[in-house]
Each structure stands twice: as structure tokens, then as C-alpha cells.
Nanobody, 123 residues
Framework: VQLQASGGGLVQTGGSLKLSCVAS????????MGWFRQAPGKEREFVAS????????TYADSVKGRFTISRDNAKSTVYLQMNSLNPEDTAVYYC?????????????????WGRGTQVTVSS
């Protein structure tokens, strides 16, 4: 399974971006999906996850209320709408496919990873 993330870019503080992640196989619709991010010199951290049916979502406290994860299984695509961005959100964002139908916050709960897309928020 290959995951291709896109939608990153440079945005000013307070701006918005929408990331997309397309999976190469429709079978991914049975798996939870997640978004993680990694800033320079820091460990990869959990951002958000969504269950296979899209009915359960989980967010890191740092993004709760600003980011929204969603999915379209017919398109094998998961999205991350990011609003009210600030410089602390600057990182490479990775999408990942979970090992089960319900996601989690730990990287070990995810089996397939995309290459990442850079998000830079200027002050």
C-alpha cells in the first residue's frame, strides 16, 4: 500500500491549509487512518486519527478545535483541514494507515506511511 500526501505549503499565521492523502488500494477503507507531524529536531508526534467508518475521531490537544480529520473511502482519501495555523504547527506532516479499524496515538499502531508534506507557518 502506498500513501501519497499533498497540500502542504507556506501560509501565514492564522491561515488555513487542507492536506490530502490518497491510498493506492481500496482495501485501506477497512483501516483507521492517522496524521502525524515531525518538526526539525523533534520526534514524530500524533496529530489526529479517524476510524475506518469515519465515526470516531481523535485529536492531539494542541490541534483540537483547529484541525479536522475526515475521509472519503470511495476515493481512498483522508483529509486534514487545518485552520488558525501558527508557527508551532510547522512540520512535515505524514499520513498513515492503521493496523486495525480504530486508530491510536502511537506510531506503532500504524502500518503504512506516506512520505510527508511540508507545512510552514510564518509569523
Amino acid at each position: 500500500v502506498q500513501l501519497q500526501a499533498s497540500g502542504g505549503g507556506l501560509v501565514q499565521t492564522g491561515g488555513s491549509l487542507k492536506l490530502s492523502c490518497v491510498a493506492s488500494q481500496r482495501t485501506i477503507s477497512n483501516n483507521a487512518m492517522g496524521w502525524f507531524r515531525q518538526a526539525p529536531g523533534k520526534e514524530r508526534e500524533f496529530v489526529a486519527s479517524i476510524s475506518w467508518r469515519g465515526d470516531i475521531t481523535t485529536y492531539a490537544d494542541s490541534v483540537k478545535g483547529r484541525f479536522t480529520i475526515s475521509r472519503d473511502n470511495a476515493k481512498s482519501t483522508v483529509y486534514l483541514q487545518m485552520n488558525s495555523l501558527n508557527p508551532e504547527d510547522t512540520a512535515v506532516y505524514y499520513c498513515a494507515a492503521g493496523r486495525s479499524s480504530y486508530g491510536g496515538r502511537d506510531v506503532t499502531q500504524y502500518r503504512y506511511w506516506g512520505r510527508g508534506t511540508q507545512v510552514t507557518v510564518s509569523s
